[in-house]
Each structure stands twice: as structure tokens, then as C-alpha cells.
């Protein structure tokens, strides 16, 4: 069934969106001109790709034009082997040029070529073919037109071998430059000092001058003085003058020491030249500015050694004065004056001796030994009253009958050594200090003396006897006995009195009684010989102490018997002589106590005083050739 017959709406006309409308037609030329320039441009750029293609064809191995001039000589259009040629024919450097190194007036010329400056052609060439050639493509085109257009200088290339110019100025440094530093010395020979000049050290500074040379090599300088670089260093001694004229005052002539006085028989002593060179401590001593000199001293230890080795013979040691107690008026009268004593001054008298072996005036190249005074303890000047010496604190006495007249005679000089002398408080008694020497020279005869387990004769027979009386005063005084030796065998003369135990035997310098004075008094001591009743009494002055002493004994243990008797040869009697010497005696063990008092006051209680006494055979002297002689 068709639809009515109804017209369809009318639509517009499709326009695409992409058209635009028609305009008016272009001029035909306004297009053709930019397409003419820019094929003007391309053929421009063509031509000139062109030219610059055959400007590198025409020298592909040629250096390019523009390269200037190397020592007078253009290097523009050669090939390398060209180049080469012209430059190893023409560059001399290492011949041509020469340095002159200079010091103070001398002076040493060396070519470059013996400094090891030599051209390397090789480089020089490779730097001139290389110009333009480096960069891109545009890059070294543009520095091919600066080289054509402004040049381009290339600089030989130079090598410098440091090694061969370092060995050769080290030879220049080493012979003729170089030197060391010197202190000034001082050489001593044959008693006479000689003083050796210092020296400045000198030292080529090898980096310093081949940094010059280097810098007129640089330069390539044909003709060029350098001056060396040289460090000097100056001594630290430089002026030993005042040293030497010491050293040679020291040596001028002997120096003597000598002694005046009670001495003046004694000396002089000469040291000379060869002991004062000896002598001589040179050392090197620092100045403020840094500089060193030479000082000049002694060691004086060999003359200290001499002044001490004499010193005994020339010292005197001072002597208390000795005195007997006026028991009447109380005082003091004195016996012996006292004796000042010297001493040698070692270092006083070496500090004269150092002043006379620096004198210059030859009257003055003497020293006199010093000496120091040495006053006595006890000066003959002391009164009891100083000293505390104020009465009789206690008095002893030994016997001695029936001794023989050589023994009463030692007892005598013995005893004599002991009366007047004083003893300072806490000052210990030694009986062989003061007994002095025994022998026939200060007095002594020939006696019976034991010795070992023997009696014989023999000089200072009968000292034991002061020694025991010693011991028995200083026994029952109350002083600490220190030292006390009793005798091989019982002795009768001993024993009268006190009995068995109180007896002391000496023998210088081995065996010693001592006992110590433990007051704060001074102690006399008198000793008196009685050969009318054969006694030997000691007298003790002091100051009482209130002291008292008790014995107790002795005490006699395990008696012995004695042995057979002994038959000892005496070449003084002729066969069948015969002389006894010594009784028979009993050995025993004795035991003595003893206790002090002070006041009431026990201050030692019951002191054992031990003596082991052996048995003792009779004594006989007889003919060498006797058949009783002991074996």
C-alpha cells in the first residue's frame, strides 16, 4: 500500500568541512624564487663540499699551506719525508747551542747535546702534518681555513734526557764544587797545641740548577750562563784560637806542688808536660747564636789520686791532751798538752793546683798544699768541771810477783801508754788504740808470750797483765765490756786477787779488750806502776754514777788434767841443756756473773763472763837434736 503522495523536505547542500574556499590564483614566480634560493644554496654548499674535497685530495699527504715557518723553514706542502729530511738537515740545537754553568771565577761549558738536549724530528713533523687534522670534520675545517688564513707556527719538539745533565753537573759538583763542612780542631802532639782552620761546606742544589737549564732549554736559548745553585753550610766550629792558646798555656811548663812547714823535707811533686796533657778535657760547648766552641778543662782524678796517696804521710791527727785529777783541789793538771792535728786538703789544695796549671807566668806554675786544722777533743785548755771529770769513781788492782825482769819491764812501758788519756762520753776504750806498737824500737824485752797453744819467747811478754788490770777496773765500774778474750790457759798471775775468769789476753791487731764509757761524762784514766809491791792499779775519774757491782764466782767446771810435757827445740842450747818455760796447769770452765746497779736500779742483771781454759802441759826448751823434742 503506497503512502500518501506527500513531498519529502527539502535538505541543504553537503559542504565538507575540509574545503576551504577558492581564492584567487598565486603568481607563478613567487613560488619559483625560494625554490631557485634554496637550490642556489645547495649547489653553493655542493661546490664548496667539492672545493674543500679536492683542498683535502690535493693534500692528503701534505702539510697543509699556512704552516709557518720552523727555524727558517716553510714546512707548507711537504709530505712527512720531506719534511723530515729538511728538518734533520737543517736543526743542530743539540750542537749549536752550548750553557756555560759559572761559579764564583770558574766556569764549565757543556753543548746541548752533552746535556742530553736533542730534537725529535719525528714529533716536530707528526705536530706540523697533524695541524688541521685533529678535530671532526667541520672542526678541522675551520682550522685549516685559520691556518691559511693566519698561520700556524709549530715548535720543534725538543727532548731533554735530565739524567745525562744531572750526571754531568753531579761530576762538576763532585770535583770541583762540593765539599764538606769542617769544624775547626785541635791537634795536641809533642806538648804543643795546633789549631786546624774550619771549612764552609758547600753542596750543588742539582734540582735548583736543572730547573734553569730547563728554563733556557724551554727557551730554546743557544748561548745561555747559568749559575750554579749552591747551598753552603757554615762550621759549627769556626775559631779553636782561644782554645789552643789555653791548651798551650796548660803545657808551657812542668807545674811542682809543694809543702812548708814540718813537711817541707817531703816534695815536691812535679807533674809534668806529659801528665798534664793527660790532664786535658777539650769539649765542645753550645753558643747562644747557635755556633759551637771549644772549651778547655781538667780532669784532675790522677792528681786527686796522688794528693791522696800522700796525704796519709803529710796528715797529723790531733792528740787529746792527758791530765791527773788533783783529788785535793779537784781539778785537772795536765800531763800531756794536747797536739792540734791537719789534714790534707785534697780538693782546697787541687783548686791551687787547677789556678797554677792555668798561670801563664811561669813563677806562678807552683801550688802549695792547703791544709785543714784539726782541733783535739780534748784540748789541754778543758777544766773537770767542762769535761764532768769530778772524782774517783772506782780504782783495781793486779799483781804480778815473781815475774821476770824482761816482764816487769814491758808491764812498765805498757802501763805508761794508758795514764792521763781521756775517753768521750760514749766513746768506746780499745786497748791496742792506745798501747801503740810493741817491739824492741818503743821499749818492749823479749819475754814469755803465748802464742797458739805454746809458750815461747818473744817481745812484749807481760802486756797482758795492764790488760787484765783493764778489764778488771773497767769490770767493776759498770761499763758494757764490748770485746774481751780470755788466754789459752790458766796464768797464776792472774788469778791473784780476783781468782779464775777476770783475765784478758791481747794480741795486736787481732785480738782487742774494749769496753764502752756509757755515761754522758768524760772518763780519766790513771794507770800507775808499783814494781816495789809488783802491782799495776788503774784509777777511773768521773762523774759518779751511783753505780755498784755485785760479783758473782767464779765457777769452776770440768777441770782437765794436763797433757805430758812438751819439749819445744831452741837452737840457742847446746845437747842436754834443757830450760822450763812454763808449770803445768789443769784446763777448766769458768763462769763469773756480774750485776750492775745504779741506784737501786738493776741496769744488767747477771752478765756471764765465760772462759774455757785448756789444759796446759809444762813447758821446756831443749837442743834441736834432743830425742825428747815433741813431734
Known amino acids: 500500500m503506497s503512502s500518501p503522495n506527500v513531498p519529502y523536505p527539502q535538505r541543504p547542500p553537503y559542504r565538507s568541512p575540509y574545503l576551504t574556499p577558492r581564492r584567487k590564483p598565486v603568481n607563478p614566480w613567487l613560488i619559483r624564487l625560494p625554490l631557485l634560493a634554496v637550490t642556489g644554496v645547495v649547489l653553493f654548499v655542493l661546490v664548496m663540499l667539492m672545493l674543500v674535497a679536492g683542498y683535502q685530495f690535493l693534500h692528503r699527504d701534505e702539510i697543509f699551506p699556512g704552516v709557518s715557518t720552523v727555524f727558517d723553514l716553510n714546512l707548507a706542502g711537504m709530505t712527512r719525508e720531506e719534511a723530515t729530511a729538511a728538518l734533520s738537515q737543517q736543526f743542530s740545537y743539540g750542537d749549536d747551542a752550548a750553557f756555560t754553568f759559572r761559579y764564583g771565577d770558574r766556569a764549565w761549558t757543556y753543548s746541548a747535546a752533552e746535556l742530553g738536549v736533542s730534537l725529535d724530528v719525528d714529533a716536530t713533523v707528526d705536530a706540523a702534518y697533524n695541524a688541521g687534522r685533529t678535530g671532526g670534520t667541520f672542526g678541522n675545517l675551520f682550522e685549516q681555513i685559520d691556518i691559511w688564513t693566519n698561520g700556524y707556527p709549530v715548535a720543534p719538539v725538543v727532548r731533554f734526557d735530565e739524567t745525562q745533565a744531572y750526571m754531568t753537573l753531579y761530576e762538576v759538583a763532585q770535583s770541583y764544587v762540593n765539599r764538606p763542612v769542617l769544624d775547626a780542631t785541635i791537634t795536641v802532639s809533642d806538648a804543643k797545641a795546633v789549631a786546624n782552620e774550619g771549612q764552609v761546606g758547600r753542596q750543588i742544589d742539582l734540582t735548583t740548577t736543572l730547573a734553569a737549564l730547563r728554563h733556557e732549554i724551554l727557551a730554546l736559548s743557544t748561548a745561555s750562563e747559568i749559575t750554579l745553585a749552591v747551598n753552603e753550610t757554615p762550621p759549627l766550629v769556626w775559631d779553636v784560637s782561644a782554645a789552643t792558646d789555653e791548651i798551650n798555656t796548660v803545657l808551657a811548663t812542668p807545674v811542682k806542688l809543694f809543702v812548708t812547714g814540718d813537711n817541707a823535707d817531703l816534695g815536691p811533686w812535679t807533674l809534668d808536660t806529659a801528665d798534664l796533657e793527660k790532664m786535658l778535657v777539650v769539649e765542645q760547648v753550645s753558643n747562644e747564636d747557635g755556633t759551637v766552641a771549644y772549651d778547655v778543662s781538667l780532669n784532675l782524678d790522677d792528681a786527686r789520686a796522688l794528693l791522696e796517696e800522700i796525704s796519709p804521710d803529710l796528715s797529723q791527727q790531733p792528740v787529746n791532751a792527758r791530765f791527773v785529777f788533783d783529788d785535793e783541789a779537784k781539778q785537772l793538771d795536765v800531763l800531756e798538752p794536747s797536739i792540734d792535728g791537719r789534714v790534707l786538703d785534697v780538693e782546697g789544695t787541687l783548686s791551687k793546683l787547677e789556678a797554677a796549671i792555668f798561670a801563664t807566668d811561669p813563677a806562678e806554675r807552683r ?91 818473744g817481745v812484749g811478754g807481760g802486756v797482758c797483765q795492764v790488760a787484765t788490770t783493764a778489764f778488771q777496773t773497767a769490770f767493776y765500774a759498770g761499763f758494757p765490756i764490748v770485746e774481751r778474750v780470755p788466754h789459752a790457759y790458766r796464768v797464776g798471775y792472774y788469778e791473784q786477787g780476783e781468782g779464775a775468769g777476770l783475765d784478758a789476753t791481747v794480741y795486736s791487731p787481732i785480738v782487742d779488750f774494749r769496753f764502752q764509757n756509757d755515761t754522758p761524762y768524760y772518763l780519766l784514766i790513771e794507770a800507775y806502776n808499783n814494781p816495789g809491791s809488783s802491782t799495776v792499779t788503774w784509777k777511773f775519774y768521773s762523774t759518779s754514777m751511783d753505780r755498784r757491782v755485785e760479783k758473782d764466782g767464779p765457777y769452776i767446771t770440768d777441770q782437765t788434767a794436763p797433757p805430758p810435757p812438751v819439749y819445744n827445740v831452741n837452737p840457742n842450747l847446746r845437747l842436754g841443756q834443757i830450760n822450763q818455760v812454763d808449770g803445768s796447769v789443769y784446763g777448766a770452765d769458768v763462769t763469773v756473773y756480774r750485776t750492775v746497779y745504779e741506784g737501786d736500779t738493776v741496769i744488767r742483771d747477771r752478765e756471764e763472763f765465760q772462759s774455757h781454759y785448756v789444759p796446759w802441759a809444762t813447758q821446756y826448751e831443749v837442743a834441736p837434736n834432743d830425742p825428747r823434742v815433741s813431734g
Open 367 to 457: 801550688a802549695e798544699l792547703v791544709f785543714v786544722d784539726l782541733p783535739p777533743d780534748v784540748p789541754d785548755t778543758a777544766t773537770a768541771a767542762e769535761l764532768g771529770i769530778t772524782e774517783l769513781i772506782t780504782q783495781h788492782t793486779t799483781y804480778y810477783y815473781g815475774s821476770s825482769g824482761a816482764r816487769r819491764t814491758n808491764i812498765e812501758v805498757a802501763n805508761e801508754n794508758f795514764h792521763g788519756i781521756v775517753i768521750a762520753p760514749g766513746g768506746t776504750f780499745s786497748f791496742n788504740e792506745w798501747l801503740g806498737d810493741v817491739s824492741p824500737e818503743t821499749g818492749y824485752e823479749q819475754g814469755l808470750i803465748i802464742v797458739g797453744n805454746q809458750t815461747i819467747t
